[in-house]
C-alpha cells in the first residue's frame, strides 16, 4: 500500500474513484453548494480541490460506533 502525502491535493473525480462511487462526483458538488462537505480549495471558478488531510479528517469524524442491541436477525 503507498503512503499519502497528507497535502495531496485530490480532484472530486479521485474521490469517487477512490471510495468506488460511495461519495460521488455530484454529491461533492452539492455538499460544497449547502457547505456541509469536505474542506476544499476553490483553484478557480470551476476548479476545485481536496486537501487529503482534510479530506481524511472530515471523513473519520463521521466514523459512528456500532450499536451493541444483540444479535437481532431480519424478520
Not at 497528507?6 to 452539492?30: A, C, H, K, N
Not at 478557480?44 to 473519520?60: F, G, I, M, P, Q
Amino acid at each position: 500500500m503507498q503512503e499519502s502525502n497528507p497535502d495531496q491535493l485530490l480532484s472530486r473525480d479521485q474521490i469517487e474513484r477512490e471510495t468506488g462511487g460511495g461519495i460521488t462526483r455530484r454529491w461533492l458538488e452539492m455538499a460544497a453548494f449547502r457547505g456541509d462537505g469536505p474542506p476544499f480549495i476553490k483553484l478557480s471558478r470551476r476548479c476545485v480541490r481536496y486537501r487529503r488531510v482534510d479530506y481524511e479528517t472530515w471523513l473519520a469524524r463521521r466514523t459512528v460506533a456500532p450499536i451493541d442491541g444483540g444479535d437481532h436477525a431480519a424478520a
